[in-house]
């Protein structure tokens, strides 16, 4: 058995299709096709049900490829502490984030490639947490910073970094009096633009207003934090968005920064990474880069006030 059988059937149990398959590992269809056929004669079972296309994995093949990306991961983990022992840390450290940490993921990766010069970092930050922890366990991610829930985050080792706090930035003009906070029944009488229901910044503010027997019905909806700042600035619209944005996105000029009163959005934001022992030497350095800066010292509490 070659590594490179089990990097290809990996492959096209992650692509599903023999040809993107074989595009993302560099090689012919015919190449990969046969190093597969050759798994399969070795194991004495077979993996792929195959027709005039790709029909998806065996019941063998979906069991035997758990077995396969692990086997892939400790390869790489291995030939990474290697490495390390000769150089220092190097290789790719793959890390999923939830849109609202994307504000805050810098605190951790910049002092983490201060430390480590030769590791290169991939971030794709688009990824709902369940998604990322699903990731971690197919080898597919190393490491995630998600909103921990112990349905998503079993059997994952957690590492928590800091709490978010949500708060209301509306444009001044919208608003009659001046206040650091301000109650539900003001903010939900504003214009509002909000995150797309089913994003987990939209469920908080949901879940809170559900506890008041409240709702809102926002005129506008969207899947970006910048977007619905971008609507703030004209000055015609109130969002709900986490305060470590506006560390990293000044509040549109002229809007102003409210805390939300009784109750506080709040949520707890944590990494994550795979449980098993010894594991990758890149995601143990992670951890204790995570552990060392304490992001939620530099985060802070929440601010209110006027935009610059």
């Known amino acids: 058995m070659l590594f490179r059988q089990l990097e290809y059937f990996v492959a096209l149990a992650r692509e599903r299709h023999f040809a993107r398959a074989a595009a993302a590992c560099h090689v012919s269809q015919p190449a990969l096709s046969e190093a597969i056929?050759?798994?399969?004669?070795?194991?004495?079972?077979?993996?792929v049900r195959r027709g005039r296309k790709f029909e998806g994995l065996t019941p063998e093949g979906e069991r035997l490829v758990?077995?396969?990306?692990?086997?892939?991961?400790?390869?790489?983990?291995l030939k990474q502490e290697v490495a390390a022992l000769q150089t220092g840390l190097t290789g790719e450290l793959r890390l999923g984030v939830v849109p609202a940490a994307a504000s805050t993921v810098a605190l951790l990766t910049d002092p983490f490639c201060a430390e480590h010069p030769l590791v290169r970092v991939r971030l794709e930050t688009s990824l709902r947490s369940a998604d990322i922890a699903d990731r971690i366990r197919r080898f597919?991610?190393?490491?995630?910073?998600v909103h921990p829930d112990p349905q998503h985050t079993a059997g994952l080792e957690v590492t928590p970094l800091y709490e978010e706090h949500?708060?209301?930035?509306?444009?001044?003009?919208l608003l009659t009096g001046r206040s650091d906070t301000i109650s539900w029944t003001d903010a939900l009488a504003l214009p509002m633009c909000l995150l797309t229901t089913g994003?987990?910044?939209?469920?908080?503010?949901?879940?809170?207003?559900?506890?008041r027997d409240l709702a809102v019905a926002p005129q506008l909806e969207a899947d970006s934090v910048v977007a619905?700042?971008?609507h703030v600035g004209t000055g015609?619209?109130?969002?709900?968005?986490?305060?470590?944005?506006?560390?990293?996105?000044?509040?549109?000029a002229g809007a102003c920064v409210l805390r939300l009163d009784n109750p506080s959005v709040t949520a707890r934001v944590a990494l994550v990474t795979g449980a098993v022992?010894?594991?990758?030497?890149l995601t143990r350095a992670l951890v204790t880069t995570a552990r060392r800066v304490r992001i939620a010292d530099a985060v802070g509490a929440p601010q209110a006030g006027a935009g610059q």
């Open 37 to 47: 056929r050759k798994l399969e004669h070795e194991l004495k079972v077979p993996l």
């Open 66 to 77: 758990l077995w396969a990306r692990r086997i892939l991961a400790d390869h790489d983990a």
């Open 140 to 145: 597919e991610l190393d490491a995630g910073i």
């Open 166 to 173: 949500h708060v209301l930035v509306v444009g001044s003009e």
């Open 199 to 211: 994003m987990r910044g939209r469920q908080l503010v949901d879940d809170a207003l559900a506890t």
């Open 228 to 230: 619905l700042l971008a």
């Open 236 to 252: 015609r619209w109130a969002t709900i968005v986490p305060q470590t944005w506006m560390r990293t996105l000044s509040p549109p």
């Open 277 to 281: 022992e010894p594991g990758s030497v």
